[in-house]
């Protein structure tokens, strides 16, 4: 399995960009995705997940800012975020967990400037 997150960039504070992750090699409907960020200096955290049901759930800091959706016949999740803050800066991560084995896409850069 391959995740590629896209998306990232420059974005001026209150900008609402788009992320994707798309996977490949499996079957994308039988597990669960979630997005993970880590800013500069910090651990990484948890953003936000869609479950293979189509449950999802968020972070305490981005709660109401940013939504997680996915589409499985494209084997694809979005991260879209709104009303961006600078503190939001940060390399965004798709993760999956497939049979156990954790997969980690290559990180999308977004970088939020006041």
């Known amino acids: 399995v391959q995740l590629q997150a896209s998306g990232g960039g420059l974005v001026q504070a209150g900008g609402s960009p788009r992320l994707s992750c798309q996977a490949s090699?499996?079957?994308?409907?039988?597990?669960?995705m979630t997005w993970y960020r880590q800013a500069p200096g910090k651990q990484r955290e948890l953003v936000a997940t869609?479950?293979?049901?189509?449950?999802?759930s968020y972070g305490d800091s981005v709660k109401g800012r940013f939504t997680i959706s996915r589409e499985d016949a494209k084997k694809t999740v979005y991260l879209q975020m709104t009303s961006l803050k600078p503190e939001d800066t940060g390399v965004y991560y798709c993760?999956?967990?497939?049979?156990?084995?954790?997969?980690w896409g290559q990180g999308t850069l977004v970088t939020v400037s006041s």
């Open positions: 869609a479950t293979k049901s189509g449950s999802t």
């Open positions: 993760y999956a967990r497939i049979n156990g084995r954790p997969y």
């Open positions: 090699g499996s079957t994308f409907e039988l597990y669960d």
